[in-house]
Every structure is written in structure tokens, then in C-alpha cells.
């Protein structure tokens, strides 16, 4: 073989070494590419869903505010003369603590990316972990939202039955809904009840905490949409 045929191979091997590497390195530029597509995608609509979130966190916050401070206010009249609260203030009080408050939030986008494992394509890190603890502070939020329920249906609201003067009897038939007019509070008996009292006191505690984790995921979730905000550009 002469020295040119020779360097005739090598310059051939080395044109197809080469268009090895440059189609490897298209096809990972392209992988690149594709999986970027599909992270904008995914953290589009995980924004989306997370606004949506918030939105419902704000307002539910704002309810448990209300709650609370009707209780504090029925606590704080017990022991006095309650006869100077109207029969519409206390009939607002009886209907305002009485509320029970509830957390609906999207997670269906969460759900199915953690699900198809598509999380994995989401590069920041620090995103990846908050979107991992975000899950754990809604069923916080839910699990006293659930006690709260749970104690309204089976202590609340059958205690006020005794107090209530209702003209067509539907609270006793299970109706908890108060139509203007339809009783006759009087918040006097519950002057002489410490257990009351100390239930009212206990359900403020709880509702405190609810809000104090609430706020907790409302700073989770905008910290989420922060983070996010930045990945998109």
C-alpha cells in the first residue's frame, strides 16, 4: 500500500469520525431542545394552576380572619350584658362562627407531572424541592380545616340548638342554615356556661393555627411562583 492510499483511509476514517460526532452532538442539541419545549410547557401550566391556588388561599384566609374575629368578639361578650346586642348582630355572630371553612386547590398539573415523572425535566433544583413540600402544607391546612368541620357539626351546632328559638324547627331537623328573622337568640344562658366558653376559646386556637398554616402555604405557593416566574424569563 503507498503512503498516499494510506493517508487516503485515514482522511476518510477521520471524515466519518467526525460526522459521527457532529450527528451525536445534533441529536443531544435536539434532545436539549425537545426537553426544554417540554419544561416551558410544563411550568407554564404549572403556574397557571398555582395562581389559581393562591387565589383560593387569599380568600379562604380572609374567611378564617372573619371567623375569628366573630368568636373573639361572642367570647368577649360573654360575662356581660349581651342585652345591647341586637337581634340582627346576634344572629351575624351565631351565623359568622358557625361558618365552616373549607381549602379547595388545584393540583392536578402537580399531580400528574410527579406521576409521569416528568419532573425530572424541571433543571432548578430549588424548584424541584419546594414543588415536593408544597403537597405536605395544603394537608396541613386541611387537616385542621377537617377539624374544624368535624367539631362544628358535632358540638356547635347542636349546642346552639339549645339556645336557638327556631319558628320552624329546622335546626333540630339537621338544617343549619339561619334565614333572617326565622329565631330568637339569646346569648344570656351562655353567660352561666364555662364549658362553652372554653369551646369557643379552644375553636379560636385552632382557627388561628389553620390561618397561621395558611399563610405558610400562601408564602410556599408565591415563593413557588416566584421561582418559576424566573425559570420561564
Not at 84 to 110: G, K, M, Y
Not at 159 to 185: C, H, K, M, Q, W
Amino acid at each position: 500500500m503507498s503512503p498516499r492510499t494510506a493517508k487516503s483511509y485515514l482522511y476518510e476514517g477521520l471524515v466519518i469520525v467526525a460526522s459521527i460526532l457532529v450527528a451525536f452532538a445534533l441529536d443531544a442539541s435536539w434532545a436539549t431542545y425537545q426537553e426544554s419545549k417540554v419544561e416551558q410547557k410544563v411550568l407554564r401550566e404549572l403556574q397557571a394552576e398555582l395562581e389559581s391556588a393562591k387565589a383560593r388561599v387569599e380568600f379562604s384566609i380572609v374567611e378564617l380572619e372573619g371567623v375569628i374575629e366573630a368568636s373573639s368578639d361572642l367570647v368577649n361578650s360573654l360575662g356581660k350584658d349581651t342585652s345591647i346586642l341586637s337581634h340582627t348582630a346576634a344572629q351575624d355572630l351565631v351565623n359568622r362562627i358557625r361558618a365552616i371553612n373549607t381549602l379547595e386547590v388545584p393540583t392536578s398539573v402537580i399531580d400528574s407531572i410527579v406521576a409521569s415523572g416528568q419532573v425530572r425535566l424541571i433543571s432548578n433544583s430549588e424548584l424541584r424541592a419546594a414543588l415536593a413540600e408544597w403537597p405536605a402544607l395544603i394537608a396541613d391546612v386541611r387537616e385542621n380545616h377537617e377539624w374544624h368541620r368535624v367539631e362544628t357539626d358535632e358540638f356547635l351546632v347542636p349546642y346552639l340548638a339549645g339556645y336557638v328559638s327556631i319558628r320552624d324547627g329546622s335546626i333540630r331537623a339537621g338544617n343549619t342554615t339561619f334565614e333572617p328573622g326565622s329565631f330568637v337568640y339569646d346569648l344570656a344562658p351562655m353567660q352561666r356556661d364555662p364549658v362553652f366558653e372554653g369551646r369557643l376559646v379552644n375553636r379560636i386556637g385552632r382557627q388561628q393555627a389553620t390561618l397561621d398554616e395558611s399563610q405558610i402555604l400562601l408564602d410556599g405557593t408565591e415563593n413557588l411562583l416566584a421561582l418559576i416566574a424566573l425559570e420561564i424569563g
